[in-house]
């Protein structure tokens, strides 16, 4: 029995700002790098259209948008009973990299060891341990960014209790 499924969290390669950052440098070394630079720098300030033209171009060749291009995994959460479990689903490959070619495969049905809510929770109860759980795999795949906004924006608003029924009843 699988139990009910909550979230299901996608795990990036790194996080947004890092990921810009790095293809900010990457743009800025092929525009402007060389003995050239100064010319290109000028002529970018007058060629507005180039620049918007040539910027656009090399932020593609570096990997694009950081949203879903970064995934490498993804986190499935669910409560079996009064235990809240993480799944681990993640990239086939043996080294991580900056890359567009995926496969996922099952890595885990348990990143980390379940946390457990008493047996006549409070839905503020269960989310603090839905998040205690999340909390756990953060240092379970460190360096990685889990993107929990989705849960973090509508958790509180939950009614928990009613969920965990309800998908206990269809089961």
């Known amino acids: 029995m699988r139990g009910v499924e909550i979230i299901t969290i996608p795990v990036y390669r790194i996080e ?3 990921y810009n950052k790095q293809k900010d440098l990457f743009s800025e070394k092929v525009m402007f790098g060389g003995p050239d630079g100064k010319f290109k720098r000028a002529y970018a300030k007058s060629d507005r259209n180039w620049y918007f033209n040539f910027k656009y171009h ?8 950081w949203e879903y291009n970064e995934i490498i995994g993804y986190l499935e959460i669910y409560i079996l009973g009064n235990q ?3 799944q681990y689903w993640q990239d086939n490959k043996k080294r991580i990299v900056k890359t567009r070619k995926k496969q996922f495969v099952f890595k885990t049905h348990k990143l980390v060891p379940e946390v457990s809510f ?3 929770p409070t839905n503020e109860d269960i989310f603090d341990v839905i ?3 999340i909390s756990d795999c953060k ?3 460190k360096g990685r960014y889990l993107d929990t906004s989705t849960l973090d924006r509508l ?3 939950i009614n928990w209790k009613e969920l965990i029924k309800n998908e206990n009843l269809h089961n």
Do not use: H, I, T
């Open 139 to 141: 240092q379970e795949l």
């Open 58 to 65: 090399l932020d593609e060749k570096f990997g694009g948008s």
């Open 16 to 18: 947004r700002g890092k």
């Open 155 to 157: 958790g509180p608003y």
């Open 131 to 133: 998040n205690e759980c």
């Open 84 to 86: 809240v479990r993480a």
């Open 118 to 120: 008493d047996r006549s």
